[in-house]
């Protein structure tokens, strides 16, 4: 009758046909799983630094403020 590789392939064919709906879906899945994965394994790569390393600073957008600014807007509102 039927061999055990063509069971296997007929099954195969079987499930492509029943499940081509969700194959794309699944697909895409998979894409943003992988993703998530590769930037969290970079996230724990970047936090690891070595003993006599320190990691870079942050940067965070602000305004600068001279000395002498500073002063005259203490005398301001003092005023």
Do not use: H
């Not at 942050?58 to 807007?73: L, M």
Request: hydrophobic share 45%.
């Amino acid at each position: 009758m039927f061999g055990l590789s063509e069971l296997a392939i007929i099954l195969i064919i079987v499930i492509a046909v029943l499940a081509a709906k969700k194959l794309p879906e699944l697909a895409r899945s998979a894409g943003k799983s992988a993703r998530i994965l590769k930037a969290e394994a970079r996230a724990m790569k970047e936090q690891e630094t070595p003993a006599g390393e320190q990691a870079a600073p942050r940067v965070i957008q602000g305004e600068t403020i001279t000395p002498a600014a500073q002063d005259s807007d203490r005398r301001q509102g003092q005023g």
